[in-house]
């Protein structure tokens, strides 16, 4: 592929405001693993070969296995791996990273609502669409994979 704009460089205030994002998400109520979750299923469906390579490493690093991390894609058959919050935050991600399909369904927000209180709904919803973001810029801009 080829090289392309470098947003940090080219744009810093821009590239500065997601850096903001990523500081909130740091003080947010979500464990490491859930964020690297939400994180590596959000790039698996938007096909971000860049934050894939990143958040798996990242994910190993935090504790995560290797088995859910392969069966992440698959989450719903592998259930049993997955907690309910886990499983609660994979649909939510799904979901909101696919919005033109039909949204957070009254079904998962509900669910979300039995397992987290609003503050923290919030935090999930913040996170999935700043990785979104993430998604975005690394696909349009044809960012490395780090060797």
Not at 18 to 45: C, D, F, H, T, V
Request: aromatic letters at 8%.
């Amino acid at each position: 592929m080829s090289a392309r704009v470098n947003i940090a460089t080219t744009d810093s205030a821009a590239y500065k405001a997601m850096m903001g994002l990523e500081g909130y998400l740091q003080n947010i109520s979500l464990n490491p693993i859930q964020k690297e979750l939400i994180k590596i299923r959000a790039s698996q469906i938007n096909g971000c070969a860049f934050c894939l390579d990143m958040h798996t490493k990242d994910a190993i690093k935090y504790g995560e296995t290797p088995q859910r991390i392969y069966l992440l894609n698959a989450w719903r058959e592998a259930a049993e791996l997955y907690t309910e919050e886990e499983q609660t935050l994979l649909a939510m991600t799904e979901e909101i990273t696919l919005i033109n399909q039909k949204g957070l369904t009254e079904e998962t927000y509900y669910k979300a609502k039995q397992l987290f209180d609003e503050n923290i709904i919030a935090q999930i919803i913040m996170a999935i669409v700043t990785i979104n973001a993430w998604n975005r810029i690394a696909i349009s801009t044809h960012m490395p994979i780090m060797k």
